[in-house]
């Protein structure tokens, strides 16, 4: 069965450098997102992405956040300059249209110290 | 604006013991409701959804109603089994039918003992 997945599943990296997460979303899919949990909160929305651009972001995907599908297969998360808050469970998904299933990854638990 | 929650856990059964999560919404308009799950180790899984009021969205033997007087969507399973132990998440999307840009709650962990 397709999925979507992600790499690493888990990322310590120092407060102030920069991490990229990476997902391969399932190959016919359209739409593509980043969601974010901390631990202990909600999960959140970051970003949605389809036809090679930004359709939608939240308030915490600042100008530090960045998503690039470099290549027609990988589906990134950059983080310029980590900051400890930052430390969180980030989901990829990905959907065939807007309206149908989401299929998410298995998370990236991303650490910052 | 659009919000959801749900009931804190952890949750500890025993085996065949009734499940009920209760999960409530705040939205605009008309929105879709999901449960998704997480096993331990894995991704987040669509349970189950509803899109319009009424609608009773079930699987596994995992059944919720979407009420919309009183704007829940409660999860429920008759005789849970460990292999249900996993953390349960209410959602909804403010597309009717879709799940666009979907609104989480915090997620209610399950433990189900033999």
């Known amino acids: 069965e397709p999925e979507v997945t992600q790499t690493p599943s888990h990322q310590v990296t120092q407060m102030g450098q920069e991490v990229i997460l990476r997902c391969v979303p399932i190959?016919?899919?359209?739409?593509f997102y980043w969601y974010r949990q901390i631990l202990g909160q909600k999960v959140e929305f970051l970003v949605s992405?389809?036809?090679?651009?930004?359709?939608?972001k939240s308030e915490i995907f600042d100008d530090q956040f960045s998503v690039e599908r470099p290549d027609g297969s990988n589906f990134t998360l950059k983080i310029r300059s980590t900051k400890l808050e930052d430390s969180a469970m980030y989901f990829c998904a990905s959907e065939l249209s807007g309206a149908t299933e989401a299929f998410f990854g298995q998370g990236t638990r991303l650490t910052v110290v | 604006g659009n919000s959801v929650t749900q009931m804190e856990g952890p949750v500890t059964l025993s085996e065949e013991a009734f499940l009920t999560i209760n999960c409530t919404y705040t939205?605009?308009?008309?929105?879709?409701l999901f449960w998704y799950v997480q096993y331990p180790g894995e991704g987040l899984q669509l349970l189950l959804k509803a899109t319009k009021a009424d609608d009773k969205g079930s699987n596994k033997g995992f059944e919720a109603t979407y009420r919309k007087e009183t704007t829940s969507f409660h999860l429920e399973k008759g005789s849970v089994q460990v292999s249900d132990s996993a953390v349960y998440f209410c959602?909804?999307?403010?597309?009717?039918?879709?799940?666009?840009?979907?609104?989480f709650g915090k997620g209610t962990k399950l433990t189900v003992n033999p």
């Open positions: 959602a909804l999307s403010p597309a009717q039918g879709g799940s666009e840009k979907l609104v």
């Open positions: 939205a605009t308009g008309y929105p879709s």
């Open positions: 190959s016919n899919h359209l739409y």
């Open positions: 992405f389809y036809n090679n651009e930004i359709s939608e």
